[in-house]
């Protein structure tokens, strides 16, 4: 028999690996290898490299799985030959010339544009970039609205800043196009506009699984659900 693909998990901005922790013991317990690294949030093309790199290091088949911005990244990302499919979790699917920033204009969120902070960092050459979270004080009320507010806590403390070129960043590719694709539609994001999410998976010819009153945070607290439909898709191409 054919090898099982290897999951691999890319998160998304104001998020770590943590986001994935459920969904992972969900797969480990359908026998299903699982990789789930940092996603560094410096910019599409940079990062999409970045998984694209280490999916090609990996033994076999692979299917790619993103959340929120680390749909963007898997789109690019997923042209690598090894990648066999795409599983989009509340997340951007953008196609080639478009950027993130396009995106969000045309689906605006409920969410998080006045509850952004915005940091500067230093940039090779001299010169500084902007990188931006999320307000801890509105961290709750926009990306975990079904998570214990202990959680969101630790979350909202926890969170990576996501550097503002990979919003301006356009794709370079869509893989998409030529790999099958699943996406799941958090029904309350306010992060990303759910008709965003459905705009996009429509566009890629998903297989789709909506979740109602799901919040940006479904990895979280609907791990079952997420773990679901990636097990379909795995099954799907083995």
Known sequence: MPPTPTVVLVHGAF??????????AE???????VVAPPNPLRGLAAD?????SLAAQIDGPVVLVGHAYGGAVITV????????ALVYVAAHVPQEGESLGELQGRFPAAGPAGGLRRWSYPVPGGGA???VTLGVETFAAVFATDVSAPVAEVLASCQPPLALAAVEEK???AAWRTKPSWALVAGADRVI??????????RAGATVVEIDGASHAVTLSQPTAVA??????VHAVS
């Open 48 to 52: 999409a490299a970045r998984i694209a």
């Open 27 to 33: 797969l480990h317990s359908y026998g299903i290898p």
């Open 228 to 233: 679901r439909l990636i097990r379909d898709a």
């Open 77 to 84: 990302a997923g042209t690598a030959d090894n990648v066999v």
């Open 15 to 24: 998020a770590d690996t943590a986001i994935w922790f459920g969904v992972v």
């Open 171 to 173: 794709a370079t590719a």
């Open 129 to 131: 970039g902007v990188e």
């Open 193 to 202: 506009a759910p008709d965003a999410e459905r705009f996009g998976a429509a």
